[in-house]
Structure formats: structure tokens, C-alpha cells
């Protein structure tokens, strides 16, 4: 990635006259030509570990809209299948784990996660790379311990994250052993990211904004910490993106203790709380609403333009608040990045 | 209710050696003797329009842990039901409504909410309040109009509360209308809660935590603003809370401009935050995590111990931070009370 591009001076604390772009799940279902090689692969996770789809879903987006960053396609839950408990994408039910609620079944899982299963992630992240224009940085992810953990421990998408808090409570030995495990995957996975070619990495916290604050500080920021301190001390000048959904009034602890380069915002965080509290401290992404990227017209602009006024003056990564609906039109995301571009 | 209780003291700011405490849904399913009276109305509206049995309901938890407060046993969703909307609530699929996302349907409704129909619930607070201990507070309480509207345009509960998000992004003029007659009408409802005996009011904006700045001003501060000075200025000196979740950013804005008297907490808010920046500005509620009253034990002791080594020493009232789960063991709310009382 060149040095001096927009989403380069953002990650530096630069301010910059537009802001850079891009948005969370932008490669996938909103987009025909994903819709169309979809059907290319048996699974989801075939088209995950397949790299010609995963490469080619990848830069889709970079085609049509002109991101300055791209994201590797790829899900949360390839940690999980690569420390080997059986996970499966059931269509219009989401994901579907064995799930792991006693020690039994923590001790039958890998004791380290096998990057071998996960060659075909790395084979993508080397060839999208390669094929990426050299103004567009590649972003590798993984899930934060918490989030990962929560699927692991259901078996599936939950409301509440009841199953995973209640094991928290009730045995957090075992607990702590699972995220003990899900660090040391972490660091290892995003580690070899990097070195296959992603120029930063996100860790994605979606289900944070359901924990009390000790369980917050031991279940999600402490083991934050230690993967982006150690991703960041074997890999040095990676930038490292959080995204902690839910956590508003934790962020300016996370901007201050969690050693990330840039701190996500959800479309709840209040842009005036984002701009004297957090981005006062590190550079910040967000924060559009995707329903307001759905609806379009009026109620879009007014949307970005709120997010440009407030936190466009110091450093910042234009995105999403959360992932891109299925349902958006093309024709909105053009004209948001059209309007980031002409005001920003 | 007598001027020097522990929960009145809260309400005016002092602090306690032991704070008041109240469960939000204290009355209800987790309860034997809930239990078996449920039975007795047909439905659940029913049975919240039944005097004898929604007493009953209200009394039930006040005998068992002698709570600091009662709460009228009701639901949000009577407002709709009498400004004419049909309302049913199905048994393990909660609540169901002709949906209200067209101007026809908005015009259909009643212009004004049928206190008429509401006279039950005002019967029951009356004979609650006779029944009541004198130091035991009576709370009536309504839903927030961002979140019973949520409801009436979704015709159910849903996970995103996309549709009424999305009507409020298309036809924001409609959406107002909608929320300008649940304005009104959570007046008229409120004032008459306390005329027949409330002696303080919640208002719960359970579905506040999705919206960007600008939406969760226009939909939701500023119609609560507008709900509490009216009610305040009709019927001086009652209390109102403001439990609004999931909107840890904004916190101070609604304490600094909502005009209410308490801010309640929900599970996910930061302690330290809660203490520095909003309780130094007006009593907080909350917020023990349901899960950890339900997994009892150490878990629990440790939970309700943070709260009140933060929050113990400023006006509190120790509550949840989200309604009790129905699976929840009466022994562990004995040991939550006994607990608080002994430290608090």
C-alpha cells in the first residue's frame, strides 16, 4: 500500500480534506455479481476456503465503488472450524457449531489452531493483494474472543448471548480457558494475515454491548489488549482497527487502554460524545446507519452529512455502523460515496 | 408514600447507608404465585385489565422481598390498545398488532388516547396504593413513544426494529404523527397513574439503543422531554425516571436535558462513567445484569458488590439493568436483597 493515501494519513492522525471509505460487508449479497458466483460453491465456508471466489467476491466492490480499502471475504467463524469444532451455514438461518459448554468438550477441540486448514484464507489474502491497485489497502479481520466465544458456546446466533454469559458466570474457568484459546488463535491467525499481505486488520467485537463492566474488562478488553499487543509487537507499524459494537460508554476506556489504532463507532454512538471523547484520542470509523444507506435519498444525505460536519474535521475513516443490509440498492452506495468524496 | 423513605431520599438526591431497590418486572412469571393467578384471565390484556388480578400481581413480590417500590403490573402496550389499535400478545411469541405504517392506518386510530378503556388500570393503582405499605413507593409507568411506536408500526417485537426505523428514514412526517399522538397520549396516561396514586412514574425507552444521534434526538429525546415537563408541570413534585437502554453515548445529554429525575442504567453501562459523568448530575437506577441473578452464587454476590462500591455512595436506587428472566430462582432474589441491604 503506498504511504500517503487517505486511509494512510487517517491511520497516522492526519486529518484529511475527504475522508476515506469503505464499508463493512461491503463484498456480498447486496452486490448481483456476488449473487451470482455465489452459487459457484456447495457452502459458504467452500466458498470461504475456496480462493478464486474469495478473491474475486473481495474485489467486486473495489471494482464498482472505488473503495479505498478492501476486506478480505471471509467469516468470523473459520477460528472456530480451525481449532476444530464443526461449524456449517445454514441458508436463511445463520451459522450452526457443536456447541462447547463443558470442559469435555473444550479439551476435544485443537489446543492450537491450524493454520494449515486456513492456507486457503492466506492463498486469497496473497492474491487479492497482488491484484488490488496499489492506492487500496487490504484489510484482514478476525472476531474478538467474546464474539467468537459466544457462537462457540450456543451453537449459534443468540439474542441475548444468554448461553455464553451464563457459562461466564457459572464456570468462568472454563470460561477463561476458551478465550485463553481464542487469543492465542488470534494472534497466530492475524499474524500470518499479515504476512500473506494485509496492510491492517480489524478485530470485529459485535456482541460486547451486552456485558456489565467486569465482565466487559475480563471478557472483551483485557484479551483485546493481549492480541493487539502481541499481533502489533510481532508485526510492527500494522494498523489495528476495533470495532467493539454496543459499548458506548466503555469506548473512551477502549480509545485509552486497548492499544488499537482506531476505534470503531456503532451507529448509536453519539457523534459529539465520538468527536470530544474519542476521537480527541485516536482516529475513528463509522458510523452511518445502514438503514439510512437503505432508505437513500434525503435521509441519507442528512445522515452523512452529520457524520462529515461532526467528525470530519480530525481523523477519520468513513464506514458503516454496522454491516451493509442485503437489501441496499447499488444505486445508494454510489451516491454515499459520491457525497463522502464531494464533501468530505 | 411517606416523605422519608430510602427510595424518597434517592429521588432528592441524598445518599443512603442502604439503597433502595426495586426489580424491574418484579412482578411476574419468575413468581409461583404469578404463577398460578395467570391462569384466571383468558389473555394477558385480561388479565392487566383485571383489577383483582393485576393487584394481586402487584402486591405478590412487595410480600415476598419487601421491595422499596411496587410496580403497577401492566404492559407498554395498553397505550395502542386504547388509541384503538388491536393488540393481542400470544403465548411464546409476545405481542402482536395490526401493523400502523400508512397514513390511513395512522388516521384510523383514535386521536385520543380512550382513558375510558384504561379505567381498570387506574382502579388497580387506587386499590394497590390502599393496600400498600405507606413506605413502599407505588411506580406507574408507560413505554417511551420511540419504542411503543416501534411496536406499532413493526406490528410485533423485532430484532432491529427496522421497520419503524425505515418508516421514520421514508416518511418522517407520517412517523412524527404517530409519535406526536404517543406524546399526548403517554400524558394523559401518566397524569392519571398519578391521580389515581402513582407516586412516581418510569418512562422505558427499551429500543432507544439503535438510532444514530440525529433519530435518537428527534424520535426519542426530545418527544421524552416534552412527556416529562408536561407531566411535570401538570402534577408537581412526582418523580420520573427515564430508563432508556442501550444508549450508553448519550446518557448525559438525557440527564443534562430530559428533565428527569433519575437516569436508570442498563446492565452494559461502564460504572465509572455512570459515577463521574452521570450520577454527578442526578440519581442513577440499575444495574445488576439479569444473567448474574439468575447464575446466583459468587457471580451475583460480586455483581451487586461493583454497584454498590461505585454507585453506593451518590443517590442510588439498586435495581437491574434489564427486566428479571422468568427462569430466575426466587432464592437468588432473597440473596440479591439480603445482600444489598447488608452492604448497601
Known amino acids: 500500500m503506498q504511504p500517503d493515501t ?9 486529518p484529511n480534506a475527504v475522508a476515506p471509505i469503505w464499508l463493512m460487508r461491503q463484498a456480498g449479497r447486496y452486490l ?22 474469495a478473491v474475486e467476491a473481495t474485489l467486486q466492490p473495489i471494482r464498482r465503488f472505488g473503495f479505498d480499502a478492501a476486506i478480505l471475504f471471509s467469516d468470523i467463524l473459520v477460528v472456530p472450524d480451525a481449532l476444530g469444532q464443526k461449524v456449517s451455514f445454514e441458508t436463511g438461518e445463520g451459522p450452526r457449531l457443536e456447541p462447547i459448554d463443558t470442559s469435555a468438550r473444550l479439551s476435544a477441540l485443537r489446543g492450537e489452531i491450524d493454520l ?27 472476531g474478538a474472543p467474546w464474539t467468537v ?13 444468554a448461553p455464553a454469559r451464563l457459562l461466564a458466570y457459572r464456570d468462568p474457568d472454563l470460561f477463561e480457558a476458551l478465550i485463553d484459546r481464542l487469543v492465542e ?23 460486547a454491548g451486552v456485558l456489565s463492566q467486569r465482565e466487559f474488562r475480563r471478557w472483551c478488553a ?20 476495533l470495532f467493539a459494537k454496543g ?20 451507529t448509536s454512538v453519539d457523534l459529539t460524545f465520538a468527536a470530544d471523547s474519542v476521537q480527541r484520542l485516536l482516529p475513528v470509523q463509522g458510523n452511518l446507519d445502514p ?25 477519520l475513516i468513513f464506514n458503516l455502523g454496522h454491516g451493509i443490509l442485503p437489501e441496499t440498492p447499488v444505486a445508494h452506495v454510489e451516491r454515499l460515496v459520491d457525497r463522502v468524496r464531494r464533501r468530505g
Chains 1, 2 share one sequence.
Open 6 to 14: 487517505p486511509l494512510q494519513r487517517a491511520f497516522n492522525r492526519q
Open 32 to 53: 448481483p455479481e456476488y449473487r451470482e458466483i455465489r452459487a459457484q460453491a456447495a457452502s459458504f465456508l467452500d466458498f470461504c476456503y475456496t480462493p478464486r471466489l
Open 116 to 142: 494449515g486448514r486456513l492456507a486457503p484464507v492466506f492463498t486469497a489474502i496473497e492474491q487479492v493483494r497482488t491484484r488490488l491497485p496499489e492506492n487500496v489497502a487490504l484489510l484482514g479481520f478476525c
Open 149 to 161: 466465544a459466544s457462537y462457540m458456546v450456543a451453537g449459534k446466533g443468540t439474542p441475548d448471548l
Open 185 to 207: 488463535a488470534s494472534i497466530a491467525y492475524l499474524s500470518q494475515q499479515i504476512d500473506a499481505g494485509a496492510d491492517a486488520v480489524q478485530i470485529f467485537d459485535s456482541w
Open 222 to 241: 483485557e484479551p483485546l489488549g493481549r492480541i493487539i499487543a502481541r499481533v502489533k509487537a510481532r508485526r510492527p507499524g500494522v494498523p489495528v482497527i
Open 247 to 266: 459499548v458506548g460508554s466503555h469506548l473512551v476506556e477502549l480509545a485509552q487502554t486497548s492499544g488499537a489504532d482506531v476505534i470503531g463507532l456503532d
Open 291 to 315: 438503514l439510512a444507506l437503505l432508505a437513500g435519498g434525503a435521509a441519507l444525505d442528512t445522515a452523512v452529512d452529520d457524520i462529515i460536519e461532526t467528525l470530519g474535521g480530525g481523523p
